[in-house]
């Protein structure tokens, strides 16, 4: 065949063959691809495909189908056929108790005493039967959910098991053979005294018995004589298991997460949503919020165990970068105001990182400068002033032992360790496991057990020794003035009620009063047998008092620290800082109608307990702003804000004083306003003093509601801005509190002499009786 013949033609429609050897002679020389004719025409050429191309096409056409077939079949294997990892199974079993126990109509309610002991037991039990028997090592507990039966008769206990299958293989008749093992014996070594009816027994899996409870056994029908309680499944801690999030620096988690996920299969579901999230690198600690939803951390409790979630702030942070590639089914469940705040006292887990991050700003000289800048403490936690397991005084660069609380001596600057000794506390949990983070307390309680403190060991106080050694009217007088004195040095002005009842919770520590007519209460720890207990409400917490100086002699500086003005808040639209504002109430702030004029409609915040702008404390908290009314007075400019959650009020978030109607302004002792330094981070003290009303006329439009006040030091002393809404308090002559007088309607900043802008005040007394009017009435509705 002539090559030269054969290039010309097409090559396309010839019989593909496969040689190994060529006959030809192979021709290299160059071809046009194309030639024009002398009429214009265009022509395109094709070259053709010889033997050995060919072949070589077709080889790799073919590996590329194996290699498609091959990646094919590997999907469909692991989709199809690869095996679930087994998660935790859970058996429902029964058995009827015909002697040596009894039902109660208390038995059926779980939140009882009698519920939680005869639970107790039964669970202690069936856990040291289990533990010792074959299935010894998949065996993962058992927990008593109900108890029905009827009255003064037979008992039946209803009770889950639980089981690993990754170690045990295990059926529902296998479960029931180990129980009717133990039960048929004469003498049973973990049933003593009680007879429990084999034929009542019964083990099935945990989704193959929805309606158990409603009991049928082989002797009778169990009809309306049964008290039946909807059985509530206590939460409890596992392991993390999913192997994604094996870089969490905790080990136990709990089911059901935020999204429901009730088992490990459920969050395999859906992990791989939130795994391409945590690849688009939206946000630097993606990864550490995903786990932490997931796979929650938990903590053991009393009862049940609790589940840990991220920080509300960590939260807002993770839905910025984020939220936006959320899928729909997960965005309206993440509901950051849902999720716990530090500030307010509840358990969380605040973001990581924080002591880099501040390196990262160039902010590292915050780091050991006695201001807390992280929730965790970890920028004054880890400084060699303060040793490894001590606890921060809040204040300063000091740290102390744990069993340095209450001992006699005021080992912080400011005395924080010797005011909490004696407390009220809700409930057990919250006695026994407070947030230790520092000796203040995180949240005040205005209702709760008297609960004494020493050395860190807390007790409760019994008054047991009072009701046999005391009248019944001497009784009542020492506790009164045990629960008077316990209010004032919670700083609450007056007691609501107090009582003697008993104490529900167990393995509770007791004191009890040494001497009840001594001028100085002290306690001793003592046994309660009968658990009679002191519980106090007080009421009206005193305004205008800063408690981390009630024990010290600290001069307030120019520079601000936590304490200083507990009820100072900054406000910010769409995390812009924009105005101030000073806290009243657990509702309601005072700030100016100017803050909000000419303003689109946006999202408000208003945070406290914040010294610097661009940190975040242990103590801050922040809330929604869903209102705002504005004065009807006259001339004035002042306006209540709502918010949309009570403020938890502790040293560091605290309301200020209204003043009275008559106030004279040249009583007082002291004013001070507050400004940001001119970087906007920390906030200051600016000095007043009261000026003639024409100097800040000459400039500005004043009324009848207005004061005029100059700075104590002059220009000298300004290097601060003064946001709109910030406010002016005095100390008056009489009193050691701090009263709100003013509120400024706009923002100030400095300037040279003669051109800084008038510092006009809004007076707050003639808004008195409005402001008391508001805040009533939004608490009677």
């Known amino acids: 065949m002539d090559n030269s013949k054969t290039h010309r033609k097409a090559s396309w429609d010839s019989k593909a063959s496969c040689s190994s050897v060529s006959t030809n002679t192979r021709k290299y ?52 056929f690869l095996p679930e990892y087994p998660g935790e199974q859970i058996y429902r079993a029964m058995f009827r108790v015909t002697s040596g126990d009894a039902f109660s109509t208390d038995l059926a309610d779980p939140s009882t005493k009698k519920f939680k002991d005869t639970s107790r037991d039964y669970r202690e ?18 927990e008593v959910i109900a108890l029905d039966g009827t009255e003064e008769k037979d008992l039946i206990v209803h009770f889950d098991i639980k ?16 129980l009717a093992n133990e039960i048929s014996v004469e003498e049973s070594l973990f049933f003593k005294n009680l007879t429990i009816d084999a034929r009542s027994l019964e083990v099935q899996p945990g989704d193959a018995l929805p309606q158990m409870y409603s009991t049928t056994t082989a002797e009778a029908t169990v009809t309306s004589e049964v008290a039946t309680q909807p059985p509530h499944v206590p939460r409890y801690c596992s392991t993390v298991q999913l192997k994604y999030c094996n870089k969490l620096d905790y080990n136990l988690t709990t089911y059901p997460n935020i999204f429901d996920h ?18 688009a690198e939206c946000y630097r600690y993606a990864y550490e919020f995903v786990c932490q939803i997931l796979q929650p951390s938990c903590r053991k409790g009393n009862e049940e165990d609790e589940i840990i979630l991220p920080c509300r702030s960590f939260c807002r942070e993770f839905m910025v ?26 358990w969380c887990l605040p973001k990581p990182g924080c002591v880099d991050e501040l390196k990262s700003r160039a902010l590292s000289p915050r780091i050991c400068d006695g ?74 309680e205005d209702d709760g057990f008297v609960t004494f403190n020493e050395k860190g060991s807390r007790g409760r106080l ?36 107090f009582q003697v009842v008993r104490d529900t919770d167990i393995n509770m520590q007791y004191v009890k009063i040494k001497d009840p007519f001594a001028d100085d209460i002290s306690f001793l720890k003592t046994k309660c047998n009968t658990k009679q207990v002191l519980k106090v409400t007080c009421e009206d917490l005193e305004c205008g008092i800063q408690s981390t100086y009630s024990r010290s002699t600290r001069i307030l500086q120019k520079l601000s620290i936590h304490g200083d003005w507990p009820w100072h808040c900054a406000l910010f639209k769409e995390d812009v800082h924009i105005c101030d504002g000073v806290l009243l109430s657990a509702n309601w702030i005072a700030t100016t109608v100017s803050c909000f004029q000419g303003q689109p409609k946006a999202e408000w915040t208003a945070r406290f307990g914040v010294v610097r702008l661009f940190s975040s404390s242990p103590w801050e908290q922040e809330r929604r702003i869903i209102g705002m009314v504005k004065s009807p007075v006259e001339g004035s400019t002042v306006a209540l804000v709502r918010l949309d959650q009570p403020i938890s009020f502790n040293d560091f978030v605290r309301p200020i004083c209204l003043p009275q109607e008559n106030l004279v302004l040249s009583s007082a002792v002291q004013c001070n306003t507050l400004g940001w330094s001119r970087n906007r981070e920390q906030m200051q003290r600016v000095q007043l003093k009261l000026a003639d009303k024409e100097k800040c006329e000459n400039v500005s439009i004043s009324s009848v509601n207005s004061v005029c006040m100059e700075t104590l030091h002059g220009l000298n002393d300004c290097n601060e801005e003064e946001f709109a809404g910030s406010s002016m308090l005095c100390k008056m002559a009489d009193s050691d509190s701090w009263t709100l007088v003013g509120i400024t309607n706009w923002r100030i900043a400095c300037a040279k002499n003669g051109m800084e802008r008038p510092r006009l005040y809004d007076k707050i007394s003639s808004n008195v009786d409005w402001i008391r009017e508001t805040i009533t009435a939004s608490n009677n509705t």
């Open 321 to 346: 970068g984020c939220g936006s590639r959320l899928i729909d089914k997960f965005k309206g469940i993440i509901d950051c105001n849902r999720f716990p705040e530090v500030g307010s006292g509840e």
């Open 125 to 142: 039990r069936l856990n040291l039967l289990f533990r010792r028997s074959s299935i010894k090592h998949g065996y993962r507990g058992t």
């Open 29 to 80: 020389r160059k071809s046009p691809s194309s030639i024009m004719s002398s009429d214009s025409d265009i022509r395109f050429t094709r070259g053709k495909l010889t033997s050995q191309r060919r072949c070589g096409c077709l080889i790799i056409a073919t590996f590329l189908l194996f290699l498609l077939l091959a990646a094919a079949s590997v999907y469909v294997g692991y989709t199809y």
């Open 163 to 178: 089981i690993d299958p990754s170690y045990v293989n295990i059926k529902a008749e296998d479960l029931e053979s180990i």
């Open 371 to 444: 201001v807390l800048d992280c929730p965790d403490l970890s920028d004054e936690t880890s400084c060699t002033y303060c040793a490894p397991n001590h606890l921060h005084c809040g204040v300063g660069r000091s740290c102390i032992r744990p069993d340095q609380q209450c001992d006699g001596v005021d080992d912080c600057p400011d005395g924080s360790d010797e005011r909490g000794c004696l407390s009220l506390v809700p409930n057990l949990a919250s006695s026994t496991e407070m947030i230790s983070l520092t000796p203040h307390q995180i949240k005040y």
């Open 462 to 497: 019994c008054t047991e020794n009072l009701n046999r050694t005391l009248s019944q009217n001497k009784t009542e007088e020492v506790l009164r003035t045990v629960a008077a004195s316990l209010c004032r040095a919670l700083s609450y002005q007056d007691i609501r009620s």
């Open 262 to 279: 009730k088992s490990l299969k459920d969050v395999r579901d859906d992990v791989i949503s939130f795994r391409e999230i945590v690849d």
